[in-house]
């Protein structure tokens, strides 16, 4: 009975761990599209299919984007 109490506690934790971070991640991308940016429909459509793709596939994206932003940085020195 223990094991099972403990498996849902840490399942339950997961969970809210992902879903807490996915919410911080789509809000910090979410300024970037500002109203000051002057996009047509169909880019604001696709920037908020890229921050929802963004946003669930969080564990993927995040590693990738902070290489291309480590690499970015390391080529302007």
């Avoid at 946003?55 to 302007?76: D, E, G, H, M, R």
């Amino acid at each position: 009975m223990l094991i099972y109490i403990l498996s849902f506690a840490m399942t339950l934790c997961f969970i809210s761990v992902y879903t807490l971070i996915s919410l911080y991640l789509s809000a910090a991308w979410f300024r970037f599209f500002t109203p000051g940016i002057k996009l047509s429909n169909q880019q604001k459509v696709f920037s908020f299919l890229t921050i929802g793709i963004a946003t669930v596939c969080w564990p993927l994206v995040l590693p990738i984007a902070y290489v291309k932003l480590l690499n970015a940085s390391a080529s302007k020195f």
